[in-house]
């Protein structure tokens, strides 16, 4: 039995439901490494593996707020710290109903491959809460933030743990987070990023995910010497942070973007998305995208209950190149199937682990070149480093200074994910080359550092 193989094993010895999507991102991280552990005994020696997938502390409690209606009302809040090898820890906050440890913990481990692979200095780490913001007032996410944050901010700080956003917190949680914990240490420092720009949040942040994964795709394409993304056509699924500035950067570089979703359903728009009112609807008025048929009648809506069997009504849209933002496991291996038989060259995963692990290997069988979430998805995380260092200093870089970092930063992925993947004998596999790359600078780092 192969070392990969023995540690999978091993690994999901007592494995429960819970846990399941934390498995799937393990073991495809282990496949991936197998030809680094098998030419270096190094990190069997040092029991890196063995070390890397247990989260450093798993920090769980409980959050008590009154509601609107002055009724007690009780969430579990969860810090998830997993691997400080490379710097403080690092990793985004989500405020969903699905939330439980163990989707925390397949988002940590995943942050910190791809916290190593920015080549900023930041540790892995995600956080968040079973609490879900959709139809509470603003006076109660903020009373929510505010008691969340009295547990949190005893396990944060700027050279500690550095939590930003995620599914459910923007920049109004943030907000409230940043201004309890300011409250509670009568200290103003960076223990936060995805600050609103006005007291100390980078410019780009809300932009930085989003962007960053067209710079990759655009990079990926021209390795691949595929043809690039302007007159194409696209489809995004999702209309959060992430899925709007896919949709902003390609618009703005030429590209038509057919479609977008919620949880609710999907819009495919053949004349293009209105980003405008899509931004209105889901930013201002935070409703459904149903209303946007309203405004635009030729395009259609089609709600979660009529999507094809075991599929995802956004896939089944013809394209160039598909950009998955909204969520886990919401691209199939039917949805592959569909995209292969509609022509679709490229997928770059916007959303944390979006495609399931079959979808992955069907798309990759037929050549799609496919950019992983870990690689193309890191330019919030690398922007919030950004944010970290101009808090540190306490300075401030314009818009410009910012984009061409996030560029830069985004190319030089792309292109070491690349070269990883050609050193290690699977040219063209960008999954195996950003879990190599990512996983033996932080392997590195830990023999260094000893136990
Ligand atoms: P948002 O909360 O801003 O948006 C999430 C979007 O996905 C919404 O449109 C939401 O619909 C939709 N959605 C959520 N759950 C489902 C579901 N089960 N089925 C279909 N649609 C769903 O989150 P973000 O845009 O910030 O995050 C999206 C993804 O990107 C996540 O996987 C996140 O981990 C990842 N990511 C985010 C980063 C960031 O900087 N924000 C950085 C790196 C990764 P609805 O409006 O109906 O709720």
Redesign the pocket.
């Known amino acids: 039995m192969s070392i990969a193989e023995n540690k999978i094993k091993k690994f999901e010895h007592g494995n429960c439901a819970e846990n399941n999507v934390f498995y799937q991102a393990m073991e495809e991280v282990i496949y991936s490494i197998a030809p680094l552990l098998e030419s270096d005994d190094r990190y069997t020696r040092f029991g890196i593996l063995d070390r890397l997938v247990v989260p450093d502390r798993i920090i769980k409690f409980k959050v008590t707020w009154l509601d609107d209606n002055n009724q007690i009302q009780v969430n579990t809040g969860y810090r998830v710290q997993f691997n400080n090898a490379l710097g403080p820890y690092k990793g ?1 906050l ?1 405020f ?1 109903p ?1 939330v439980n440890e163990g989707i925390l913990k397949f ?1 940590g481990f995943e942050q910190i491959l791809k916290n190593s692979l920015t080549g900023l200095p930041i540790g892995g780490a995600k956080g968040g809460s079973d609490f879900d913001p ?1 139809g509470k007032s603003d006076f109660e996410v903020m009373k929510f933030c505010t008691a969340f944050m009295t547990e949190l901010h005893k396990y944060i700080g700027s050279r500690i743990d550095v939590p ?7 920049g109004r949680e943030i907000g409230y987070l940043f201004g309890e914990y300011k409250k509670i240490t009568s200290s103003y420092e960076g223990a936060l990023t ?1 600050k609103p720009y006005f007291f100390g949040g980078s410019l780009m ?1 809300p932009e ?2 989003g962007y960053g994964v067209v710079y990759f795709t655009q990079s990926m394409l021209e390795i691949e010497q595929k043809e690039p993304l302007d007159g194409k056509i696209c489809t995004v ?8 500035h896919v949709i902003e950067k390609l618009q703005e570089i030429g590209a038509i973007v057919v479609t977008c ?4 359903g999907t819009v495919y728009d053949p004349r293009g998305i209105d980003l405008a009112l899509v931004k209105e609807l ?1 930013l201002n008025k935070r409703v ?2 149903e209303e946007y048929v309203q405004t635009h009648t030729e395009a259609k809506y089609t709600p ?1 209950a009529e999507y094809p069997q075991d599929g995802h009504m956004v896939w089944s849209v013809p394209c160039y190149a598909a950009f998955p ?4 496991n ?1 691209l199939s291996e039917v949805d592959a199937q569909s995209l292969i038989e509609n022509g679709c060259v490229s997928v770059s995963e ?5 495609s399931t692990p079959e979808a992955i290997a069907l798309l990759q069988s037929h050549k799609v070149c496919f950019a992983p ?1 870990k690689a193309a ?2 330019g ?2 690398a922007v919030s480093e950004f944010e970290m260092s101009q808090n540190a200093s306490m300075s401030r870089w314009s818009y410009e200074q910012v984009d061409a970092k996030l560029k830069e930063t985004m190319q030089m992925i792309c292109k070491r994910v690349a070269l990883t993947a050609k050193d290690y004998g699977v040219e063209g596999n960008y999954v195996d080359g950003a879990n190599i790359a990512g996983f033996k600078k932080v392997a590195d780092a830990m023999i260094a550092e000893g136990i």
């Open positions: 985004g989500r969903h699905s988002l959709k930003a956003g995620d599914i459910g917190v923007g995805g942040r930085a995910t699924s999702g209309a959060g942070n992430v899925a709007l979703s919620d949880s609710h889901k459904s995208l979660v933002c909204a969520t886990q919401e916007g959303a944390n682990m979006p979430a998805n890191a919030g995380v």
